[in-house]
């Protein structure tokens, strides 16, 4: 009998899902992967996770992971090729990844959506994103243009989304920012297969569907 892929609750534009959608094609480890509309969250995602962010990963009772971290740490573990794993295992890149989860986040909204905080402006907030992670980021990807060292590893992976949000809020002010290794970096990564095969659309799950695998 064959055995049901873990299913993978997702949203395309969540940097969170995408993160875990980068770890999974990277690992080239299958899931059911199932787009929800977050405005109308399906029984079946808050049946496995109450507090309903996404990503999830259902891979069966008992073995639900309801962060996206951990849904990376799980592909990799399974398989690493590239060793994405072993290569962010340094106190730099684990502290870039803390700082965009928690301060870099928080900025991150009130930049973007600046009017829901009139206390400041966008650029006190965009500073204040720029000094939390861009500017660390920038010094770290210096040398070698990689958190990871000679080549990319999770932390990568983990921080790309959201810098790639940051930078999408002024387009023009980013591409005249003075961060070339950092913007670099961005641009290598959206530019990459491997983001281009995490960011094919798919129709909202149904239920009653039949598995969609991925990556496909
Ligand atoms: N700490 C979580 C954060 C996930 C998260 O906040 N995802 C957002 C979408 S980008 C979400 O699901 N928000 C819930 C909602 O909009 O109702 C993780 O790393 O997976």
């Known amino acids: 009998m064959a055995t049901a892929l873990p299913i993978l609750y997702s949203f395309r534009r969540c940097p969170y899902a995408i993160r875990a959608r980068l770890a999974l094609c990277r690992a080239g480890v299958a899931v059911a992967l199932r ?10 995602l808050l049946a496995v996770s109450p507090q ?16 996206s971290l951990d849904i990376m740490r799980w592909a990799l573990s ?19 990844v803390a700082t965009t989860d928690s301060d870099f986040k928080h900025w991150l909204d ?4 600046a009017e829901r905080y009139p206390e400041r402006g966008p650029d006190a ?34 921080v790309f989304p959201l810098v790639r949000q940051f930078a999408a ?32 659309k798919y129709p909202l799950w149904q239920p009653g569907d039949p598995p969609r ?4």
Request: net charge positive; glycine share 8%.
């Open 169 to 200: 809020v002024d387009a023009a002010w980013w591409a005249a920012a003075p961060w070339p290794a950092t913007r670099q970096w961005l641009t290598r990564w959206q530019g990459s297969p491997l983001f281009a095969a995490c960011m094919h």
């Open 78 to 96: 399974q398989a690493d090729d590239a060793r994405w794993l072993q290569a962010g295992d340094r106190p730099t890149p684990r502290r870039l």
């Open 110 to 113: 009130r930049y973007k959506y």
């Open 213 to 216: 695998r991925f990556p496909a």
């Open 52 to 67: 309903a962010t996404v990503p999830v990963l259902d891979a069966g009772p008992g073995r639900v992971l309801t962060q």
């Open 125 to 158: 907030y965009r500073d204040e994103g720029v000094r939390c992670l861009i500017d660390p980021l920038e010094t770290a990807l210096r040398s070698t243009g990689h958190l990871g060292g000679d080549g990319p590893c999770w932390a990568d992976a983990a």
């Open 35 to 44: 787009e929800v509309d977050l405005k109308r969250k399906p029984a079946a």
